[in-house]
């Protein structure tokens, strides 16, 4: 049976008003005092290849430091997961029809049948879904689906219900939304582990309408697997003050020797040459986009978009591969693409992409 293609129209994209980038490094030297371990944080900072991240906390220009006013920066004790979930379920729903409305200004929205929300940095019950659908204005009846705390591919799998969704249904009109609050994780641990990985993270949320076309690009296969023995390089837990994020410094390597593999180079690549390729590759770090970079012999050139983004937002979980893909569609460089995205597991998910 001939299934109908599903197509991405377009991607909307909203970020926080508060750049908190540099106000977060000069919190993190503090943390260190004048030690050998801050001359080290300041140097890998320099090279994180991030310039910008964006944060719902308000910034003190009192004090000049980011989110003194929500007591998250210099609160002791850290505050609570619970008091940072209260902010979540104020913000996100708010980020979120940013993102939806900027979408609206570049497609027509009316008449959606499905709303799929991808968010891993809060929990609140009724759902965002739910929250968004009812300020949308959106039929109760409205086929809801949320894809939560499955990290930074969450984004892909939202893509990935729509796609099924269309292909079963042809009529469907599929509202994707990815929304995620990092900033409200900041860990309360001083190590320089701990304060290199909150620097990766920011605020973020995009906006996608999937359906049967014409027009838009178009999503041609879905892929994943797991990485053998990996569960251990990227965890995260719900603590007593926020989700406590593990990534360890393994990952890269661990990444760009899988790419080398030729199960998961034919998985990805199908019989195509990666050179005639864009490449959408989730941006969790400089190093995370190297490790791509060098596993697939690509030229630096074609992560571009990656880049970008991480410089102009940092790593925003499951939004983040819909900003690098919003890139791509503006200024596409080949007919056909790859996007792909990492995260617990050690997993890889992701999809062939062609222009429609």
Partial sequence: M??????????????????????????????????????????????????????????????????????????????????????????????????????????????????????????????????????????????????????????????????????????ARVLVVAVELCSLHLPSGSGLDVLLGAMQFGDGAAAALVCAGPGGTRLDRFFCTTLPASDALIQWTIGDTGFDMILSGEVPARIAQALQEPELRDMLLAGQDAAMLDWAVHPGGRTIVDAVEGGLGLDPAALGPSRSVLARFGNMSSATILFVLAEIMARPRHAAGIAMAFGPGLAAEGFAFSRA
């Fill in 2 to 171: 001939q299934h109908a293609a599903a197509h991405i129209q377009a991607i909307g994209k909203a970020v926080p008003e508060h750049d908190v980038h540099l106000d977060y490094i000069r919190w993190a030297e503090e943390q260190m005092g004048r030690s050998r371990e801050r001359a080290l944080f300041t140097r890998m900072a320099r090279r994180s290849g991030i310039d910008h991240r964006w944060s719902v906390l308000a910034r003190d220009e009192a004090s000049r430091s980011a989110t003194s006013a929500e007591g998250f920066f210099r609160a002791s004790p850290a505050p609570s997961t619970a008091r940072r979930m209260e902010i979540y379920t104020r913000e996100a729903p708010e980020l979120a029809l940013a993102a939806i409305a900027d979408l609206a200004r570049q497609a027509e929205l009316g008449g959606i049948t499905h709303l799929v929300v991808a968010s891993c940095t809060g929990f609140v019950a009724p759902g965002i879904d739910q929250i968004i659908a009812r300020r949308l204005g959106l039929s109760p009846a409205i086929e809801r689906t949320l894809v939560g705390f499955m990290g930074c591919y969450a984004g892909i799998a939202a893509l990935r219900v729509a796609h099924h969704i269309v292909r079963s249904d042809p009529q």
